[in-house]
């Protein structure tokens, strides 16, 4: 099934110009009841002819539970991003990033192909103090503008700490989830599956509700 | 669910940054860059003029609006759309756009001002539009900050999906609060309006909103407090007729009841009216000669898409004049001193 338009297609080709190196992508669906599985198998399937610098591995939830429990997939479909080392970074897409959200997964291939730039010092410090796991859920919705620069900071911040790991939950797909996390407004970002805010707020509010997990007054 | 695919991701995104064009002085800086930014830009590029976009957010509310059926042209187009070719014209002019900056202030000179930004950079320029747009008030009810973001929302596009199968009230009577409604009532179960006074929405969204089966209005009747302990469970309400308090259950409030100017960097600053808009001229110059302002920004009743651009395209040709003014200001001091 063809999911990128050849206008969309096209925009990619040059975007994606810029990656460095390869990205590995583990997508994880599952037969039966799976809304947007096809189609993110289809999105990615057309991601692969847009640039050889991405390179997709199709797995099935129930049948690769052993790369399933590597990567902490619970979801379908979800995508778990490597880079060209196939190390896992903690970054993963539940659902499809489709919509506003083929923003920030573009931008997250381009960040863990090497193509990034650095976070600012004063952040990258803050951040390196962070010693424990720290878990970052970002709630989106397709339609929401705002979304994409949550999710992108979520999974910079992954990115730049073996200690933080970061998940895009598209909340409409997984509505269980979202109502388990009283998910009314997007984005939502949820660390440790504890502390909370809502809206694409500033780097600097994501590693205040970090540093309270990792030092809890 | 849609499916489609909102790349806006312009090229340039992750290279190095070369960017002589900030070292040197701009002809007109346009801060924000919505419709009365981007109008505003294309019109000055277009007079030969350098010319610099920065903004937060590129598209500005219209990427916030499902459908926009009122700019001519286009009998229905989604915003996102419009907003994208917004975006491709003012590139396909070259116009250099510096993307997700933020404007921390301006401070005038007489002939070249300074425009600051939050990540500390400074940018001069012989003239300045701002067109920062607004964003949505608030209701300023007891509940509403509480329960933000647990059933309190201010874009129903982003939530709507959010309430499937559930009921929903919307607070305002404007174009953006029916909308919201007939947004709203393709996904939740019952879509509840809740105004303080009449409905001042075209009348074309009005019949629509009541021809749909599960919407119900209430009007002239003031939220007084948004309820609920961990959500939202409803608004506590007075009608005006009978003076009577009642209470409409409700698993989201949509607040949808106008804008607000985002002026704050510039107070102190600029001259502004008791809305906090932007006080202009007719050549929708500032208080600060040069400094010129366009779209929701400036002050007046009406903000729409089309009357922001064309604001836009007004006052890039203002700030046109007024270059071509200073230039030749310059010029014949030049030739006095010869
Ligand atoms: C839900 C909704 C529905 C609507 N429906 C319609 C409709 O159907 N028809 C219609 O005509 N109008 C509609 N409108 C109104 C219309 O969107 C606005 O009138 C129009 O977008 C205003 O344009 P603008 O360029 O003045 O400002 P905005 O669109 O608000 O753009 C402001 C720009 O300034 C930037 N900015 C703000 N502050 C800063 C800063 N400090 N530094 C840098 N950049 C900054 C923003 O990022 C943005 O780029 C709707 C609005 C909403 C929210």
């Known amino acids: ?217 | 669910m849609s499916l489609s695919f909102d790349l806006n991701l312009s090229g340039g995104l992750n290279r190095p940054p070369q960017k002589p064009y900030l070292e040197e002085i701009q002809d007109v800086t346009v801060i924000g860059a919505g419709p009365a930014g981007l109008s505003a830009a294309i019109y000055a590029k277009r007079k030969g003029l350098k010319t610099l976009v920065i903004a937060t957010r590129v598209g500005g509310q219209v990427l916030d609006t499902s459908a926009i059926e009122n700019y001519p042209g286009f009998s229905s187009i989604s915003g996102e759309e419009l907003a994208k070719q917004f975006r491709n014209h003012a590139g396909s002019l070259g116009i250099p756009m510096e993307q997700q900056k933020e404007v921390a202030g301006i401070t005038g000179g007489e002939s070249v001002k300074t425009v600051s930004l939050k990540d500390g950079s400074k940018i001069r320029s012989r003239s300045v539009i701002i067109a920062t747009g607004s964003h949505h008030k608030q209701l300023g009810v007891p509940g509403e900050g509480r329960l933000k973001g647990r059933g309190v929302a201010y874009c129903a596009i982003c939530d709507g999906p959010l309430f499937q199968d559930r009921t929903v009230i919307v607070a305002g009577g404007g174009n953006a609060a029916v909308e919201a409604v007939i947004d709203l009532s393709k996904i939740a179960q019952k879509v509840i309006l809740v105004h303080r006074s009449q409905l001042r929405a075209d009348d074309i969204l009005v019949k629509r909103m009541n021809q749909l089966n599960n919407v119900e209005v209430h009007l002239e009747t003031p939220i007084q407090e948004i309820l609920g302990d961990k959500m939202v469970e409803g608004v506590r309400v007075i009608q005006k007729a009978t003076g009577k308090e009642n209470v409409i259950k409700g698993d989201g409030v949509f607040v949808e009841i106008g804008y607000q100017s985002n002026t704050k960097v510039f107070e102190g600053f600029l001259d502004m009216n008791d809305k906090n808009e932007l006080i202009v001229d007719n050549q929708l110059q500032t208080s600060i000669p040069g400094v010129f302002a366009a779209g929701d920004v400036i002050e007046g009743p009406y903000k729409q898409v089309v009357i922001s651009a064309g604001d836009g395209a007004k006052a890039a040709l203002a700030a046109n004049d007024y270059i071509n003014h200073i230039q030749s200001g310059e010029e014949n001091k030049n030739a006095n001193i010869n």
């Open chain 1, 1 to 217: 099934m063809q999911i990128l338009t050849e206008e969309v297609k096209t925009q990619l080709r040059e975007i994606l110009e810029a990656m460095k190196n390869e990205v590995h992508l583990a997508l994880f669906t599952k037969n039966g009841d799976c809304p947007t599985c096809e189609e993110t198998t289809g999105m990615l399937k057309d991601l692969e002819d847009v640039t050889s610098k991405v390179v997709v591995h199709y797995y099935d939830l129930e049948k690769n539970q052993q790369e399933a429990s590597e990567w902490d997939v619970k979801l379908t479909p979800s995508i778990v991003v490597l880079d060209n080392n196939k190390m896992y970074h903690g970054i993963k897409f539940n659902g499809i990033p489709a919509g506003h959200e083929i923003n920030s997964f573009i931008k997250t291939l381009l960040e863990v192909s090497g193509a990034g730039a650095e976070l600012p010092p004063e952040a990258q410090k803050r951040l390196d103090a962070v010693s424990t796991p720290v878990n970052i859920k970002v709630f989106v919705t397709l339609g929401c503008p705002h979304c994409p620069g949550a999710v992108e900071k979520a999974h910079k911040l992954a990115l730049s700490n073996p200690h933080v790991s970061s998940e895009m939950i598209e909340a409409q797909t997984f509505h269980d989830v979202s109502n388990k996390f009283n998910v009314s407004s997007v984005p939502k970002i949820v660390i440790n599956d504890e502390y909370e805010f809502v809206g694409d707020q500033p780097l600097e509010v994501f590693l205040e509700e970090i540093e309270k997990v990792h030092m809890p007054s």
